[in-house]
T-cell receptor, first 115, second 111 residues
Framework: DTGVSQNPRHKITKRGQNVTFRCDPI?????LYWYRQTLGQGPEFLTY????????KSRLLSDRFSAERPKGSFSTLEIQRTEQGDSAMYLC?????????????FGSGTRLTVV | GESVGLHLPTLSVQEGDNSIINCAYS??????FIWYKQESGKGPQFIID?????DKRQGQRVTVLLNKTVKHLSLQIAATQPGDSAVYFC??????????FGQGTILTVHP
């Protein structure tokens, strides 16, 4: 297993367009998280899944954002009608809900630039 | 709301020195803490973690100290190397759910 994989690495889009990012977690991890990070800040929580169930969504997550994890494996994050303020690094992480090992491993992120 | 913060936004050290990065957290319900290293253009990389039933944990060249009384976490890096230059974040979670991050400390190691 090569860790958490995110695609694409970079995305440039025009304001108003829709974009979709994909995250492939570590295969045995049952939890998957999405974070957003802007320059000079720590990652901000957006949402997370346990298996295919979306357990929590941040108030930061406007109705233009939607995330899915249909089969409890990979996840997608879609942003509709992108705005310049959506420009950020979008990070995915996965973890294992286990008494002895949790993981919390991050991918390399998708850098979104809205022009 | 609850948050995790860092005292020092930047830290410059000489190669071979020991580095100490501090973090204050405010959520008394937090029971699991992680230190991450993030290099430019990359995702956070796990360094070391500690559970709330411990006050110290050691790894390879790194030690994390947890003081629950004053809600303080620190990361000690021994014999700091230029490759340690990065942004360091602490993160916390209650009940092993979502992580909450601080703003980060920029560590610069001069050869």
């Amino acid at each position: 297993d090569t860790g958490v994989s995110q695609n694409p690495r970079h995305k440039i889009t025009k304001r108003g367009q829709n974009v979709t990012f994909r995250c492939d977690p570590i295969s045995e991890h049952n939890r998957l998280y999405w974070y957003r990070q802007t320059l000079g800040q720590g990652p901000e929580f957006l949402t997370y899944f346990q298996n295919e169930a979306q357990l929590e969504k941040s108030r930061l997550l406007s109705d233009r954002f939607s995330a899915e994890r249909p089969k409890g494996s990979f996840s997608t994050l879609e942003i509709q009608r992108t705005e310049q303020g959506d420009s950020a690094m979008y990070l995915c992480a996965s973890s294992l809900l286990d008494r002895d090992n949790y993981g919390y491993t991050f991918g390399s992120g998708t850098r979104l630039t809205v022009v | 709301g609850e948050s995790v913060g860092l005292h020092l936004p930047t830290l410059s050290v000489q190669e071979g020195d020991n580095s100490i990065i501090n973090c204050a957290y405010s959520n008394s319900a937090s029971d699991y803490f992680i230190w991450y290293k993030q290099e430019s253009g990359k995702g956070p990389q796990f360094i070391i973690d500690i559970r709330s039933n411990m006050d110290k944990r050691q790894g390879q060249r790194v030690t994390v100290l947890l003081n629950k009384t004053v809600k303080h976490l620190s990361l000690q890096i021994a014999a700091t190397q230029p490759g340690d230059s990065a942004v360091y974040f602490c993160a916390e979670t209650p009940s092993y759910g979502k992580l909450t991050f601080g703003q980060g400390t920029i560590l610069t190691v001069h050869p």
